[in-house]
């Protein structure tokens, strides 16, 4: 089943914002509490690796998981790369205001029959690395049953060169997937580049598989290294004492912290104090691109 015109004209559309050539990055947090210094280190390197670039650098909100969006995290997100000097070019993308455009091209996968309802519960499928399609035979029953809807998946072919398994594209609970609304605004926006945290790493062959159900060339996907906390953990937004308050709170300003967070990045030394545009002018592609992978 071809893909209908009003999904053409938006493959169309995002197409068109990168016909130049030029670099588009974007930076994608999740609103659910202030940034820590782990995601401002990956804004920056993500900031550095695009304006070095000379290309364009995009701030999309992904604020469609509601029940775990905080008040006022979008406002503090945007202060906080503001006072570090990463601006970011447009008004910034909310993924909640998209939620039409997700739509569309669900209902258009499963019409085309690309899509089966999974009834599977998390913890039948914990100890599976991927998904072994399970309900792929069953019945396609999208309503309720026992009260629960279904979550839906993706079809993906068993020689799938990317290992994604079948990938849920709308979750049990109704709410549109982050891959899939992400596989959409990379291809809506024009992105050409993609450079976020290393934990995102494992979300990659899902989305590619998504790109190639879609017929559409994926960006490039690079990962930045991730900051630690003493314990070797990985930090989470929830350790909310981790960001820029408690720095500013001990005085810092932000050419203090624009050096810290590079000196994480082993771009810099560690006692380094510059503003972010300064810290670019520093820099070569090379070394900007020698600690992303
Ligand atoms: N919103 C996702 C997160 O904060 C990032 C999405 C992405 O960069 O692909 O973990």
């Known amino acids: 089943m071809s893909v209908p015109e009003h999904l053409q004209q938006h493959l169309e559309a995002g197409r068109a914002l990168c016909a130049?050539?030029?670099?588009?990055?974007?930076?994608?947090?999740?609103?659910?509490?202030?940034?820590?210094?782990?995601?401002?280190q990956t804004a920056l390197?993500?900031?550095?690796?695009?304006?070095?670039?000379?290309g364009a650098w995009l701030l999309r909100i992904d604020d469609l998981d509601t029940p775990r969006n905080r008040a006022g995290a979008i406002e503090s997100i945007?202060?906080?790369?503001?006072w570090l000097g990463l601006s970011w070019d447009g008004p910034p993308v909310l993924q909640s205001e998209r939620r039409g455009i997700y739509h569309s091209w669900l209902s258009w996968l499963?019409?085309?029959?690309?899509?089966?309802?999974?009834?599977?519960?998390?913890?039948?499928?914990?100890?599976q690395p991927i998904y072994p399609g399970i309900c792929r035979q069953a019945e396609h029953a999208w309503g309720w049953q026992q009260q629960r809807l279904p979550s839906w998946r993706l079809r993906v072919a068993d020689d799938d060169p990317h290992g994604s398994g079948d990938?849920?594209?709308?979750?049990?609970?109704?709410?549109?997937?982050?891959?899939?609304?992400?596989?959409?605004d990379e291809l809506s926006f024009?992105?050409?580049?993609?450079?976020?945290?290393?934990?995102?790493?494992?979300?990659?062959?899902?989305?590619?598989?998504?790109?190639?159900?879609?017929?559409?060339?994926?960006?490039?996907?690079?990962?930045?290294?991730?900051?630690?906390?003493?314990?070797?953990?990985?930090?989470?937004?929830r350790v909310a004492s981790s960001g820029l308050a408690s720095l500013r709170a001990a005085g810092m300003d932000a050419a203090m912290v624009v050096g810290r967070?590079?000196?994480?990045?082993?771009?810099?030394?560690?006692?380094?104090?510059?503003?972010?545009?300064?810290?670019?002018?520093?820099?070569?592609?090379?070394?900007?691109?020698?600690?992303?992978s």
Not at 110 to 127: I, M
Not at 169 to 184: E, H, K, N, P
Request: overall charge positive; hydrophobic content about 40%; aromatic content about 6%.
């Open 110 to 127: 499963r019409r085309s029959g690309r899509l089966f309802a999974c009834r599977c519960s998390r913890r039948e499928l914990s100890d």
């Open 190 to 237: 024009g992105i050409t580049d993609v450079v976020r945290g290393a934990d995102l790493r494992e979300a990659l062959p899902a989305q590619r598989s998504l790109f190639d159900a879609l017929g559409q060339h994926p960006p490039l996907f690079r990962h930045g290294s991730l900051l630690r906390d003493a314990q070797g953990q990985k930090l989470s937004k």
């Open 78 to 82: 945007q202060r906080d790369l503001n």
């Open 20 to 40: 130049g050539g030029g670099y588009r990055g974007r930076f994608a947090p999740s609103p659910t509490g202030v940034l820590h210094l782990g995601n401002l």
């Open 261 to 292: 967070l590079a000196s994480g990045l082993q771009l810099v030394d560690p006692d380094a104090r510059l503003s972010a545009t300064e810290l670019l002018e520093d820099l070569t592609h090379q070394q900007i691109n020698a600690v992303i």
């Open 167 to 184: 990938v849920v594209l709308r979750r049990a609970d109704g709410f549109i997937a982050y891959q899939l609304a992400t596989v959409i």
């Open 45 to 54: 390197l993500s900031w550095l690796a695009a304006r070095q670039a000379g």
